[in-house]
């Protein structure tokens, strides 16, 4: 049973730093690649979990197209179940759009009143109109900012199966808006059903809100996904996760993971977002450096926080990586080794890049410029495969895909591939839930 009143005892946090090279070109700028592993404190066994009370927002679709395939009535019971695993000390609150918005169900305290009178309130919600997207989503995060949990996970759950056709359209406003609402304390994490609504829009509100992407090639998995993304929120332990690199100034550091870098002064920050118990974040990070000295060397500093100091507070606590760089001829550094397993995961995620670049391409009918997407990342990884397995199979993957994006691919195809790639690039299991330490 989940307690609100006991304290919880937070376990074997971890934080692993991995260079790609230790020598940097003392005559020219190099760029180099960390490897970083961040796993979440667990919760103890021989204690009471108190998790943060949560406070959610629904935001459903009722445009005519959700009338289709039973979408809808799976949308509403989706809901509906999802509300029943929530504990009195939470709060949700209902939203359904099409061009107009209703507030089905108020924000509200989940009592067993409260979500009987949810299910009587949807059960009259009926497919009609367009699809006002933003105003729908506004509506949820004010329902869910009007009873902001100070401790607690605050966040909506936009569902659409369709393009965002009145009111504000743009991806990247719609973006802005959603990292705005993340810095006032308002996460968003986003549903896609079926194969007509814009997975970049999607995607990039999530990430920018500080949840979660999904898509659902049906309405068996937009169930799934629903119940999976409450049962994940239920499980936070550290919120607002920030990986934080101090660098010289003049060092650049970038993610090729799909997670914001803000910072400067020699100081980058990488917003990692919520993190449940136990779960594994492999973050890759490039770090460009500017000419120096033979001999020189350049340090960094590594460490991970959170909002609320789970990671210090846990046992035992987490403590910052050193690691230093040194500045060589080229012979030196033409000679030196690779770290393999860095480059596996650098690899993989210039490949998932590439394959959505080519979704975008193929859709487009550029079907040229689609292969080519994926034939220069091809020959950038064989250059360094060697005798690889791994990497050797990343080369022959992309290959093989080359082919297959030269011509019209269905549309749900697109889809999946694009989303297979997005869960890849964020460490995300195939069916959508985070990736868990294994502690055994």
């Known amino acids: 049973m989940t307690t609100h009143d006991q304290p919880s005892r937070l376990v074997d946090p971890r934080l692993v730093v991995r260079p790609d090279r230790r020598l940097i070109r003392a005559h020219g700028r190099s760029e180099r ?10 919760i103890a066994a021989d204690v009471a979990h108190r998790r943060p009370a949560v406070n959610l927002a629904f935001v459903l679709d009722r445009s005519g197209s959700m009338g289709a395939n039973n979408k809808l009535p799976l949308a509403k019971q989706a809901t509906l179940e999802a509300i029943d695993r929530l504990d009195v000390a939470d709060r949700f609150a209902v939203v359904t759009y099409d061009d107009r918005v209703d507030v089905t169900m108020p924000a509200t305290d989940a009592t067993p009143d409260a979500r009987r009178t949810a299910s009587r309130a949807l059960a009259t919600v009926e497919p009609r109109g367009s699809t006002n997207l933003h105003a729908g989503w506004l509506t949820g995060c004010e329902q869910v900012a009007a009873g902001l949990a100070e401790q607690g996970v605050n966040r909506v759950l936009l569902l659409t199966d369709g393009l965002a056709n009145v009111g504000v359209t743009d991806r990247e406003q719609l973006a802005r808006l959603a990292f705005d609402l993340r810095k006032r304390g308002v996460t968003t994490s986003t549903f896609g059903v079926g194969v007509d609504f814009d997975e970049a829009l999607l995607q990039g509100m999530a990430d920018e809100g500080g949840g979660h992407f999904y898509f659902a090639s049906d309405v068996a998995q937009m169930r799934d996904h629903i119940t999976s993304e409450v049962g994940e929120t239920l499980e936070v332990v550290a919120r607002e996760v920030v990986l934080e690199l101090v660098v010289p100034e003049s060092v650049h550091v970038d993610s090729l993971s799909p997670f914001r870098v803000e910072g ?41 926080g959170d909002r609320d100091h789970a990671f210090d507070a846990a046992s035992p606590a987490l403590a910052p990586v050193s690691l230093a760089w040194q500045y060589a001829d080229h012979a030196a550094n033409d000679a030196q080794a690779r770290d393999v397993e860095v480059d596996r995961v650098v690899a993989e995620l210039f490949a998932q890049r590439a394959r959505q670049e080519a979704v975008r ?8 410029a689609a292969r080519a997407a994926l034939g220069g990342v091809r020959q950038r990884v064989a250059g360094y495969a060697g005798r690889d397995q791994r990497l050797n199979e990343i080369v022959a993957e992309l290959r093989d895909q080359q082919d297959r994006f030269a011509a019209p691919m269905p549309e749900a195809s697109r889809k999946s591939v694009h989303y297979q ?8 299991q195939p069916d959508g839930r985070s990736t868990k330490a294994d502690r055994a």
């Open 33 to 42: 690649y960390l490897l970083v592993e961040v796993v979440a404190p667990t």
């Open 264 to 304: 400067s002064g020699g100081r980058a920050r990488v917003l990692l977002g919520d993190m449940v118990s136990g779960q594994v974040l492999t973050i890759a990070l490039r770090l460009t450096f500017d000419f120096g000295d033979v001999g020189r060397e350049v340090g960094a500093l590594v460490r991970v």
């Open 361 to 368: 391409l193929n859709r487009e009918g550029q079907f040229e």
């Open 421 to 428: 790639a997005s869960l890849a690039s964020r460490m995300r």
